[in-house]
């Protein structure tokens, strides 16, 4: 069992930056593969950015070159730097962890999710 707290969110203007934060206590951490997907408004939720165990990536097109996922297994915790963002990035971002390692841009995927932190982008 995985728990998954997010932290992060908020409202800010275009061209900001925000870095989500996501804890995940518990010594299964380093044995997942950790993701965002976020959900906007009257749309279904959306994969972001993965990150594998041993460090590969992967990013929706849309914000490739903005924003940068990380992890830190010694503090049990994934990252989403958020730059440059836009109205279009408003949305809830969750955390995901899926404990058989691959790196899934599927949600199904995907067997443990937080509760959201929602990030409001103002033009």
């Known amino acids: 069992q995985v728990q998954l707290l997010e932290f992060g969110g908020g409202l800010v203007q275009a061209g900001d930056s925000l870095r989500l934060s996501c804890a995940a206590p518990g010594s299964a951490f380093s044995r997942n593969t950790m993701a965002w997907f976020r959900q906007a408004p009257g749309k279904e939720r959306e994969f972001v950015a993965a990150?594998?165990?041993?460090?590969?990536?992967s990013y929706v097109t849309s914000v490739k070159g903005r924003f940068t996922i990380s992890r830190d297994n010694a503090k049990n915790t994934v990252y989403l730097q958020t730059n440059r963002l836009k109205p279009e990035d408003t949305a809830v971002y969750y955390c995901?962890?899926?404990?058989?390692?691959?790196?899934?841009?599927?949600?199904?995927?995907?067997?443990?999710w937080g509760q959201g932190t929602q990030v409001t982008v103002s033009s």
């Open positions: 995901a962890a899926d404990p058989y390692r691959r790196l899934s841009t599927n949600q199904i995927d995907y067997n443990y």
């Open positions: 990150i594998a165990t041993g460090g590969s990536t």
